[in-house]
């Protein structure tokens, strides 16, 4: 089954302990994304990558960092978490290129940091 | 500043009505729009979507109509069933955004029995 998993589903943490969410696909997708989804603010995109090695920072990166070591991964590190980052978080995959190709989104993250 | 806005938090229609979610966007350089349906406790689901060069495209009981010219576009259900309550989220991209999709806030859509 073409899914986008990831790892927590529920996290509570406290501030300063560093967390890593992970994110995996199977549809052999070139891009990746990471959202956080916030009452009244709808989607933001954290940190994308299009591919192998190459990552960007979106609309909201402060505090957090991406890696993309392999095409199937794309794991957010909070290396020192703070309470603003409590939230919902999505990962998302989809082709590249030119063209509105749809992003599959995982079940996502439900992070709290007390 | 908001490039994709939806303006209503929320909308209530009956059932076997139909629903109208509507998404203005500020950006001419969007090529493809497309909208997301989120239930909670799941990740947003690709719904039905359309390229610029189109003004409508169709997908069974669910359509979205484009208008360039207002830089405005909805999302008609036709008839509305109580699964279909969720939040729908619009998305806009171009081919230079590299594929990132820019999201509106969302619309929660009630339907009652």
């Known amino acids: 089954e073409a899914q986008v998993t990831q790892n927590p589903r529920y996290l509570i943490t406290v501030t300063g302990k560093k967390l890593t969410v992970t994110c995996s696909q199977n549809?052999?997708?070139?891009?990746m994304s990471w959202y956080r989804q916030d009452p009244g603010l709808g989607l933001r995109q954290i940190y994308y990558?299009?591919?192998?090695?190459?990552?960007d920072k979106g609309d909201v990166p402060e505090g957090y960092k991406v890696s993309r070591k392999e095409k199937r991964n794309f794991p957010l590190i909070l290396e020192s978490p703070s309470p603003n980052q409590t939230s919902l978080y999505f990962c998302?995959?989809?082709?590249?290129?030119?063209?509105?190709?749809?992003?599959?989104f995982g079940p996502g993250t439900r992070l709290t940091v007390l | 500043d908001q490039q994709v806005k939806q303006n209503s938090p929320s909308l209530s229609v009956q059932e076997g009505r139909i629903s109208i979610l509507n998404c203005d966007y500020t950006?001419?350089?969007?090529?493809?729009f497309l909208w997301y349906k989120k239930y909670p406790a799941e990740g947003p689901t690709f719904l039905i979507s359309?390229?610029?060069?189109?003004d409508k495209n169709e997908d069974g009981r669910f359509t979205v109509f484009l208008n360039k010219s207002a830089k405005h576009l909805s999302l008609h259900i036709v008839p509305s069933q109580p699964g279909d309550s969720a939040v729908y989220f619009c998305?806009?991209?171009?081919?230079?955004?590299?594929?990132?999709?820019?999201f509106g806030k969302g619309t929660k859509l009630s339907v009652k029995p």
């Open positions: 998305a806009a991209n171009y081919g230079g955004s590299q594929g990132n999709l820019i």
């Open positions: 549809m052999n997708h070139e891009y």
């Open positions: 359309i390229s610029s060069i189109k």
């Open positions: 990558s299009m591919n192998v090695e190459v990552t």
């Open positions: 950006n001419s350089m969007f090529d493809y």
């Open positions: 998302a995959s989809s082709l590249t290129g030119q063209g509105g190709y749809e992003q599959f």
